[in-house]
């Protein structure tokens, strides 16, 4: 009997910018713009003292999910509620970022929530895969 695992990696790629409305637009509609990327931008701010803006990349995953990190600095040092203080690389902020962000949204009672509830389960899924996933998990748990 054959107990290989047959399971696919998830695998992450950068939506390009004339890409990042219609992709966004097909998974969160105008939530996206109205409200989820407000809230991870706020969540950036809220996580880490020296953050000051500035342009973001997005990523899709090969399972659907979305996230979105900033282009720099290279490292953030954040600062969590529950007591985690460290330091991230720029793509490892923008996931804690975004599932803080879905975190918090999927507790609404509308169709969106339960969209924010599947992408924090897509993103975290994936966050597994990622070198720093040790620090992500201290920030976010």
């Known amino acids: 009997m054959n ?5 696919s990696p998830i695998t992450a790629a950068v939506i390009t910018d004339n890409q990042r409305i219609n992709h966004t637009a097909r ?3 105008m939530h996206f713009p109205m409200t989820l990327e407000p809230f991870i ?15 973001w990349t997005f990523y899709a995953l090969s399972n659907d999910g979305f996230y979105m990190a900033p282009t720099e600095p290279e490292r953030f040092t954040v600062s969590c509620e529950n007591g985690y203080t460290g330091t991230l690389s720029a793509e490892a902020f923008g ?9 918090h949204l ?36």
């Open 3 to 7: 107990t290989a695992s047959h399971f």
């Open 95 to 103: 996931i804690v970022c975004c599932l803080y962000a879905y975190s």
């Open 27 to 29: 998974l969160f509609g």
């Open 41 to 55: 931008f706020f969540m950036a701010d809220t996580l880490c003292e020296d953050y000051q803006g500035g342009l």
């Open 106 to 141: 999927s507790f609404g009672k509308n169709e969106f929530a339960l969209v924010c509830a599947e992408h924090y389960h897509r993103l975290r899924e994936w966050m597994y895969e990622h070198p720093e996933s040790g620090s992500i998990l201290l920030a976010i748990d």
